[in-house]
């Protein structure tokens, strides 16, 4: 089991930048792929980036591309989600999670962080 905890959340203007990070410990050696997701109010958990521990491949949904930015530092464990040009719309509770396989649903992670808030104001 993989054990994950974000940070770095906060209150920011619209396009403004916030970075969050995702400290990971305990089994991190069996999940190989770290994601990020968020869920915003009434709304489903929707998936925002993901980067491989090893090559350090990265992925995004295409509402984020250009503007979010997905990084690992593999001494420190840690996994970090650098966004800028924040719009209101990004506003969500914002997960950190582990898993076997790149993948863009919640089911392909297994392990998940508490979430950290991010809330965008207009």
């Known amino acids: 089991q993989v054990q994950l905890v974000e940070s770095g959340g906060g209150l920011v203007q619209a396009g403004g930048s916030l970075r969050l990070s995702c400290a990971a410990s305990?089994?991190?050696?069996?999940?190989?792929?770290m994601g990020w997701f968020r869920q915003a109010p009434g709304k489903e958990r929707e998936f925002v980036a993901a980067?491989?521990?090893?090559?350090?491949?990265?992925y995004y949904a295409d509402s984020v591309k250009g503007r979010f930015t997905v990084s690992r530092d593999r001494a420190k464990n840690t996994v970090y989600l650098q966004m800028n040009s924040l719009k209101p719309e990004d506003t969500a509770v914002y997960y950190c999670?582990?898993?076997?396989?790149?993948?863009?649903?919640?089911?392909?992670?297994?392990?998940w962080g508490q979430g950290t808030q991010v809330t965008v104001s207009s």
């Open positions: 305990g089994r991190t050696f069996s999940s190989p792929v």
């Open positions: 980067i491989t521990w090893g090559g350090g491949g990265t």
């Open positions: 999670a582990a898993g076997l396989v790149i993948g863009t649903r919640h089911e392909d992670f297994g392990s």
